[in-house]
């Protein structure tokens, strides 16, 4: 867990990514770096609880407008596209 993380919004935050499918390791990284818009994110214990909050918020937006899955894919698809993977 990332450290001085809130645990309930890392939690949260996996619950998600698990409902979206984005359950292997580099595609939670690809999606971390087109959230945070930083391609040197290389591990769940380099975001800050402002940016797991914020990932963790995006994502459950998302959720509510039944696109979670889709637009999820679609930002690691993009981010891949542009950090190259």
């Known amino acids: 867990m990332p ?3 809130d645990p309930r919004t890392t939690r949260r935050m996996f619950a998600l990514l698990g409902q979206a499918r984005i359950t292997e390791k580099w595609d939670r990284i690809w999606l971390y770096r087109w959230m945070c818009s930083n391609p040197e994110i ?3 214990n380099d975001l800050s609880e402002p940016e797991i ?3 963790a918020d995006t994502l459950a937006y998302w959720q509510r407008n039944n696109e979670l899955e889709s ?3 679609t930002a690691v ?3 891949v596209t542009k950090w190259g993977g």
């Open 77 to 79: 698809d993009e981010a």
């Open 53 to 55: 909050r914020m990932i």
């Open 3 to 5: 450290p001085n993380a």
């Open 71 to 73: 637009r999820s894919r």
């Open 42 to 44: 290389v591990s769940t």
